[in-house]
């Protein structure tokens, strides 16, 4: 069992920057930031592998958002910049156990936090 702890979201204006933390009590192979805007589906956004920090980005996302780790606090970050209004979603940490790292397929994904909302304002 894995839990997962996220925090950091809030309210920032276009273009600011959000960093958002995941903590997670329990071992992981591979851990993901997903969002879900009302009305959406849910979609990935980064992913990290533990093993080797294989990242994977969303194309929306890319260049302005990075994921990293830090072993030590087997913590999972999202540091997010040049924020956009289109950004703004409940943003949801999630973790495998097990090998593949792949992509973002929701379902592969067996723990999830609690989410922590982010709305950027133009």
């Known amino acids: 069992q894995v839990q997962l702890v996220e925090s950091g979201g809030g309210s920032v204006e276009a273009g600011g920057s959000l960093r958002l933390s995941c903590a997670a009590f329990g071992q992981t192979v591979c851990m993901a930031w997903f969002r879900q805007a009302p009305g959406k589906e849910r979609e990935g956004v980064a992913r990290i592998y533990t093993a080797n920090s294989n990242t994977l980005y969303a194309d929306s996302v890319k260049g302005r958002f990075t994921i990293s780790r830090d072993n030590a606090k087997n913590t999972v970050y999202l540091q997010m910049n040049s924020l956009k209004p289109e950004d703004t979603a409940m943003y949801y940490c999630?973790?495998?156990?097990?090998?593949?790292?792949?992509?973002?397929?929701?379902?592969?994904?067996?723990?999830w936090g609690q989410g922590t909302q982010v709305t950027v304002s133009s």
């Open positions: 999630a973790a495998r156990l097990a090998p593949p790292c792949a992509g973002f397929l929701p379902a592969t994904y067996g723990y």
